[in-house]
């Protein structure tokens, strides 16, 4: 499978359209020039606002609108090393000697109270884990982890694990001696699939500076107040090169210097034998019109999407959850039993759907109707199906077999809010008010304005671009020689020559110079 990125960068935000065999599969955008938004990954020093025993959690002021949540199962084993830190840290400390000093233990009670812990008003490190959604403010983890490509660093933790999709026993046991070896003290790691075959001078660099991230934060902690950012992920651009990046890619587009030379930089860190497939795009054409990407928006972010000969989804967004329907539409297969066409049709739906959370970036719950099917086989097939599809998705999700109602019902992790694009146009007819003026009169405004430039702007000669139907009207014969544009050169002593633009809605027409300028009315 070929793979291709496309980054579009503008003065507003920087777009990024992730391309599976030249298919638009997932499509991110970052917002330049604001530090405030909240984005997973980032941690702050944040302070605590209300501490909620029913429910057995806390409000914490990051700076944001909307106070964050933190439930007492997301404070982590270790919250009171990172606590006893964040008290004591101070500029006058030597922090490194400090940190590594620090006693980690006795670990958080599991059944614990978060009243016995936080109190309002104190000082706490959190990291984002769910952005901003609705009426909802962050979701917050104090269990701090600082990703790389290759391992997944844990301050404050003593314990190494390692990814189940890695299946040899000797290469687990070969990594996990090698990142026990580099760690410093207080220092866990999570050791991720990319590191499989990854040599040690790979991985030495990049828990070096992944180590001095994590230090640079501390350093900020001891000078800051609460609410204050002390570091944030990557930029989106490099956080889905670094999950995704691998052979298949083929090309990565981008059309600004800068961010292509912070592109190349970073895939020369974590793949410098890839460096050579970042590409910056000096087409004439805009980037995303150039590789499809915009018609595949415009196609792909409706309520209703088409799926194949006839065939569409139906895709509703509520608070509580996600509803997508199956319809056949006007699709007939001659010759093939009904239950087979039904399958095929919910076949294809799958495989929409599966695109469709990950375009959209669709989270909670998601409950599809499919076309019901009366042969269980078929039913189980395509539960199977969807399960395969999803296998790439790298979001956490979870998918149960049809119901008895030929409803599947899926969740998925949802880390920040579905991406909404409106592909709707504003009518050129009725500019959105849903009336246009009477067609009767027309003529009579065109009159109006006629009259202006010739006694106003003294213009003598016109060309009148106009719709095809608004042509025939104005070119009809009234009599022998007769028409609606006759009169008006007879009647204002000038010359007028018609032309017709398809593109014109029906009642659109514009003045212009005999050369093609249009006229504007001062």
Same mark, same amino acid.
């Given at each position: ?7 579009? +960068? ?37 302070? +605590? ?27 982590? &084993?270790?919250?009171? $090393? ?10 006058? /400390? ?59 660093? &844990?301050?404050?933790? #003593?314990?190494?694990?390692? *990814? ?9 046991? /070969?990594?996990?001696?090698? +990142? ?19 040599? $040690? ?22 000078? *800051? ?15 889905? @090169? /670094? ?34 497939? +970042? ?33 569409? @989804? ?40 599966? /695109? ?93 304005? @006629? ?70 009315? #001062?």
């Amino acid at each position: 499978m070929e793979k291709d990125l496309i980054i579009d +960068v503008s003065p507003a935000e920087i777009t990024i359209a992730l391309l599976e065999d030249h298919r638009l599969m997932e499509l991110n955008k970052e917002t330049n020039n604001s530090p405030a938004t909240c984005q997973v990954g980032d941690v702050y020093l944040g302070k +605590v606002k209300k501490v909620m025993p029913a429910l057995n959690a806390a409000f914490v002021d990051i700076g944001d609108n909307k106070d964050a949540f933190i439930h007492y199962l997301d404070l982590g &084993l270790n919250f009171k $090393a990172f606590d006893y830190f964040t008290k004591q840290i101070n500029t006058n /400390r030597d922090l490194k000697a400090f940190y590594s000093n620090v006693r980690i233990g006795p670990i958080l009670e599991k059944e614990g109270k978060i009243e016995d812990v936080l109190t309002p008003g104190q000082q706490i490190v959190v990291q984002i884990v769910k952005e901003p959604i609705s009426t909802k403010g962050s979701r917050l983890t104090a269990e701090i982890s600082i990703a790389g490509r290759n391992v997944v660093l &844990l301050p404050f933790a #003593e314990k190494v694990s390692i *990814s189940q999709k890695i299946s040899s026993k000797e290469e687990k046991r /070969r990594l996990e001696r090698l +990142v026990q070896s580099i760690l410093p003290k207080n220092y866990g790691a999570i050791i991720r699939t990319a590191a499989e075959g990854k040599k $040690a001078a790979v991985l030495d660099a990049e828990l070096t500076s992944l180590i001095e991230k994590w230090e640079a934060g501390c350093k900020k902690l001891a000078n *800051s107040k609460p609410p204050q950012l002390l570091f944030t992920e990557n930029s989106r651009t490099t956080t889905i @090169l /670094r999950d995704l990046l691998n052979d298949s890619f083929s090309s990565i587009e981008v059309n600004d210097e800068d961010i292509y030379h912070e592109v190349k930089d970073y895939i020369r860190t974590i793949a410098p034998e890839q460096e050579k497939i +970042v590409k910056l795009y000096k087409g004439h054409e805009p980037i995303l019109d150039a590789f499809d990407v915009t018609r595949q928006i415009k196609g792909s972010f409706g309520k209703v999407v088409p799926i194949k000969k006839g065939a569409y @989804l139906v895709i509703e967004h509520t608070e509580a959850l996600n509803v997508v329907d199956v319809n056949s539409g006007t699709r007939v297969k001659k010759g093939v039993e009904q239950e087979d066409n039904i399958f095929e049709v919910n076949t294809h739906a799958a495989d929409e759907i599966a /695109r469709q959370m990950r375009l959209r970036d669709l989270g909670g719950i998601v409950i599809v109707d499919f076309i019901d099917m009366e042969d269980g086989e078929n039913r189980a097939k395509l539960f199977k199906h969807m399960q395969e599809l999803m296998h790439n998705d790298r979001a956490k999700h979870n998918i149960l077999p049809l119901t008895k109602f030929g409803l599947m019902q899926i969740t998925r992790q949802r880390v920040r809010p579905a991406t909404e694009i409106n592909v709707t146009e504003k009518c050129p007819m009725c500019h959105g008010t849903g009336e246009i003026a009477p067609s009767i009169l027309v003529d009579e405004q065109l009159e109006r304005q @006629l009259s202006y430039y010739v006694k106003e702007r003294n213009i003598k000669s016109f060309c009148l671009e106009v719709n095809p139907v608004l042509e025939a009207y104005l070119t009809k014969r009234k009599g022998m020689f007769r028409t609606i544009v006759k009169d008006w050169c007879k009647k204002y002593t000038c010359t007028i020559k018609t032309k017709i633009n398809t593109d014109f809605s029906l009642l659109q027409a514009q003045w212009q110079s005999p050369s093609g300028e249009p006229l504007d009315e #001062e």
